[in-house]
């Protein structure tokens, strides 16, 4: 992976602070394994980001979104039940900048934000942030990873199944 030259990925260690973003719609079990991880690396305080606008623009089902206000009280719901200290931000692009961040939460399939997040430090000449790369949890049923977009697909044709009975 050449691209991660530019960056340390590195194994589990403790940060003070740790930043992850992402859209966090309709919470599950693969975004809670995702702040789980990050939160045992923070010693001091979890930083995340929650996408929203532009930033989900491109997202497949993007209209079935729920809004801002609710994706950020169901992570911050999560956080307050495991009694994580933690910090959230509308968006992740705030991070980005932030000279207190000691690592990013990434998954394999989000590593090219975080060595995108990297780059654009390294203009601005802030440190690189440690890159910690989380597995994705998968549907037991089926060993696909659970994705939001997945859940906002399968209640899209519910609800297509609804008004056809509906209609008929």
Request: net charge negative; with cysteine; hydrophobic share 40%.
């Amino acid at each position: 992976m050449a691209a991660a030259e530019d960056s340390e990925v590195s194994t589990a260690n403790s940060f003070g602070a740790v930043v992850l973003g992402g859209t966090f719609d309709r919470l599950h079990d693969g975004h809670r394994t995702f702040l789980k991880a990050a939160a045992e690396l923070a010693r001091e305080r979890l930083v995340v980001g929650v996408c929203d606008g532009p930033m989900l623009t491109n997202k497949q089902f993007s209209e079935m979104i729920q809004p801002i206000e609710e994706r950020m009280r169901n992570v911050e719901n999560y956080v307050k039940l495991k009694s994580y200290s933690y910090l959230l931000v509308y968006m992740v692009l705030y991070v980005v900048y932030q000279t207190w961040a000691g690592s990013i939460v990434v998954s394999k399939e989000t590593l090219p934000g975080g060595l995108s997040v990297n780059r654009k430090r390294a203009e601005r000449g802030l440190s690189q942030l440690k890159i910690e790369i989380v597995e994705i949890v998968s549907d037991g049923s089926s060993g696909d990873k659970i994705s939001s977009t997945t859940l906002r697909k399968l209640e899209a044709e519910t609800q297509k199944q609804h008004a056809e009975q509906e209609a008929s």
